[in-house]
């Protein structure tokens, strides 16, 4: 895969490969290339539906900003519990996305025959 192409340049990719003996050298790949990535599960209408996106987004940002600062520590042990649970899960699924600030220009698909019905919702883009 390469990423040379001068219109390509200075935009935002995503690396989408969700079988499991692809997951890690996906991430992998898409942390040294300085790239989005999914990994594990493709959430419905990730691109397709922004805006909810982008919600779970700001809420995993503000999660994490208060797990680091020690704000889950204050909570009662259940309220601590649901939220660093629902930390993992948004870790899980959005980690590889969390600096994403719009939508991609250049997906990029591996084993595309699968995810024909991705390939159609993008066309919209």
């Known amino acids: 895969?390469?990423?040379?192409?001068?219109?390509?340049?200075?935009?935002?990719?995503?690396?989408?490969?969700?079988?499991?003996?692809?997951?890690?050298?996906?991430?992998?790949?898409?942390?040294?290339?300085?790239?989005?990535?999914?990994?594990?599960?493709w959430l419905g209408g990730m691109l397709t539906n922004w805006s909810t996106t982008e919600t779970r987004l700001h809420k995993f940002r503000d999660l994490r900003t208060e797990q680091k600062t020690g704000g889950l520590s204050h909570l009662p042990k259940r309220d601590a519990a649901m939220l660093k649970r629902q930390?993992?899960?948004?870790?899980?699924?959005?980690?590889?996305?969390?600096?994403?600030?719009?939508?991609?220009?250049?997906?990029?698909l591996l084993h595309q025959k699968p995810n024909h019905k991705f390939l159609i919702k993008n066309e919209q883009f």
Not at 34 to 40: A, E, G
Not at 87 to 108: A, C, D, E, R
Request: charged letters at 20%; hydrophobic letters at 40%.
């Open 87 to 108: 930390l993992s899960q948004l870790q899980t699924y959005l980690g590889g996305i969390k600096y994403m600030t719009g939508l991609i220009v250049f997906p990029y």
């Open 1 to 41: 895969m390469s990423f040379t192409n001068k219109g390509l340049r200075g935009k935002q990719f995503l690396i989408v490969g969700t079988k499991n003996k692809e997951g890690d050298s996906v991430a992998w790949a898409a942390i040294r290339a300085r790239c989005h990535y999914v990994n594990k599960k």
